[in-house]
């Protein structure tokens, strides 16, 4: 079954066709660099970007595919939550496709979006060590039962916009165990680097400037919130690193700029306490979930080598494994992972793909 799906939900306009959940035929993304100066994304420039780039991304994912229209077996498009302008121009391609080509259309929850990217280019069977599953890839793993016995898994979703924790019991079966309070992981990587002048997006920044930093040198909080909780906060591990900033420039009567250690060292801290805050959370979740299998780590943030590392390495002594997605540009937003969910979702449900019209919603629950 090939899925040709659309992500729209912030600021990259992406399409891709996905079949049976696994196999990328092609995926690609046009981002906005517009928003660079802005330091952070302005919904009215993202909505009309989206539109003046969707119907090329289409054409340049067909082309690089090699496959025509008429292949293509149904459509998805996340319909939320993101930005409502943002959304909104995914869901009304798709929809006019849907209607025009008479195909049906799925729609998709963007983080249910992230979480079905662990399976891109992966064979679900290779996940669990001690598994028998002789499922094939060239044929399309009708029943979800033959990937059953890798679940449940803790999932760990990290970007811009979230910071979530879940048990999935199986493919398409979600549980949310907490998430954050405030600001998302990636948003507080994202302001670090605004507070230090180093420009947007500032996880990827911030995490080469870490490698060259001294980990021990600042303090930041690590907010546990009550014994049993899963929740997070960044807000006040932003607000530490900002009193650590003004600090800094207090120092200097002409104060003509931050020294390449001070940020280094800024960066190192900063990136050390967001290990240490998830790894306890880790800890914690699987000792209230002691069945999990594994841990999957997915979204923007878990591009980042340093905290793959040491997830890693903590989850193992757990008896555990860490599982990321294949490449990096499955951690970012895409829409392979949408094409990768819209079938999982078809697979338990047939009746979801309808030729329609599909909404967006800004708010959408998962
Ligand atoms: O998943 P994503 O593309 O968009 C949302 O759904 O929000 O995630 C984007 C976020 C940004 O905050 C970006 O700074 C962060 O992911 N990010 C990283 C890295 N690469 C992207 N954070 C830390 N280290 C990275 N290498
Ligand atoms: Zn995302």
New binding site residues.
């Given amino acids: 079954m090939k899925i040709l799906a659309f992500e729209t939900?912030?600021d990259?306009t992406a399409v891709a066709i996905v079949e049976n959940g696994t196999k990328v035929l092609a995926s690609v993304r046009v981002s906005q660099l517009e928003h660079d100066k802005y330091g952070g994304v302005v919904p009215e420039i993202a909505a009309r970007l989206h539109s003046e780039n969707w119907r090329g991304t289409l054409e340049e994912c067909l082309n690089l595919a090699g496959i025509s229209e008429k292949e293509i077996d149904a459509l998805a498009v996340t319909n939320g939550p993101?930005l409502q302008t943002s959304l909104f121009t995914g869901t009304t391609a798709a929809s006019f496709l849907s209607l025009l080509c008479q195909k049906p259309l799925i729609p998709v929850h963007?983080i249910f979006g992230?979480m079905s990217s662990i399976w891109l280019d992966q064979n679900p069977a290779k996940f669990s060590r001690n598994l028998s599953s002789n499922l094939n890839l060239n044929k399309s793993p009708s029943k979800l039962e033959l990937i059953s016995e890798k679940f449940p898994v803790l999932v760990l979703t990290?970007?811009?916009?979230?910071t979530e924790f879940f048990l999935q019991k199986n493919m398409t079966d979600v549980v949310r165990l907490g998430g954050t309070l405030d600001d998302?992981?990636?948003?507080a990587?994202?302001k670090v680097?605004k507070m230090l002048g180093l420009g947007?997006?500032?996880?990827?920044i911030?995490?080469n400037r870490a490698e060259d930093g001294d980990r021990e040198k600042y303090k930041f909080p690590q907010p546990m919130l009550g014994k049993e909780s899963l929740d997070f906060s960044f807000s006040g591990v932003k607000s530490a690193v900002y009193r650590e900033i003004e600090a800094e420039k207090k120092k200097y009567e002409n104060f003509a700029g931050f020294s390449q250690n001070f940020i280094n060292d800024v960066c190192a801290s900063f990136e050390k306490t967001v290990a240490e805050i998830f790894i306890k959370k880790i800890k914690r979740a699987i000792a209230q979930n002691p069945e999990v299998k594994a841990v999957h780590f997915v979204?923007?943030?878990s591009?980042?080598?340093y905290?793959r590392k040491n997830l890693a390495k903590f989850i193992e002594s757990q008896g555990r494994e860490l599982q990321i997605p294949a490449k990096f540009e499955y951690?970012?937003?895409n829409a392979a992972m949408i094409g990768s969910a819209a079938f999982w979702l078809y697979q338990k449900n047939s009746e979801i793909a309808k030729i329609q019209y599909v909404d967006a919603n800004s708010r959408l629950k998962i």
Avoid: I, K, Q
């Fill in positions: 939900s912030c990259d993101g963007h992230h990290v970007s811009g916009g979230h998302a992981a990636g948003e990587f994202d680097a947007y997006p500032g996880g990827p911030v995490g979204g923007g943030v591009a980042n080598e905290l951690c970012t937003d």
